[in-house]
């Protein structure tokens, strides 16, 4: 009896400590995220892409904004040099992680002068830090007002 309540006591605390580890890392990749858009309503360049990795990929709104970092860089910059760039404001993210937590990507609402805007990335740890190496804001059509948003762009 002393060995089953041991081992469910072992189960127990190990899971305890997976629980609290998720949600220890949730609370920072939260922190990081919310910091890196405030970064940008704040227009501070280096610090907004200190936290993007190497390999950084932004997808925008517009058809054939597809940058890589420096690309992005260089399109933010005179936004940037200004003292304003854009203010999105976060909620209803959710988190999933790779099973050997080295990856976690997000979704997320955005509050943005668009209107009904919806965040997507991917973020990578990398020696010992997390970098956003993917990040895709859209801006978000009811089905049922499609037909009218196609005949704005031109088409049909």
Known sequence: MKNLIAILSFIILAQSN???Q?????LLLNTLIDQWHLDAA????EDYFAITGEDFVFLGTAP???WNKEEFAAFCKPYFDKGKAWDFKASNRHWSYSKNGKMAW???DLDTWMLGCRGSGIMILEKGEWKIVYY???VLIEN???KEFIELRGGE
């Open 106 to 108: 997000f979704d997320e």
């Open 64 to 66: 054939g904004e597809r």
């Open 42 to 45: 704040q227009a501070k360049f």
């Open 18 to 20: 997976a629980i609290s």
């Open 136 to 138: 895709n804001l859209t």
């Open 144 to 146: 049922e007002k499609m």
């Open 22 to 26: 998720e949600v220890s890392t949730e």
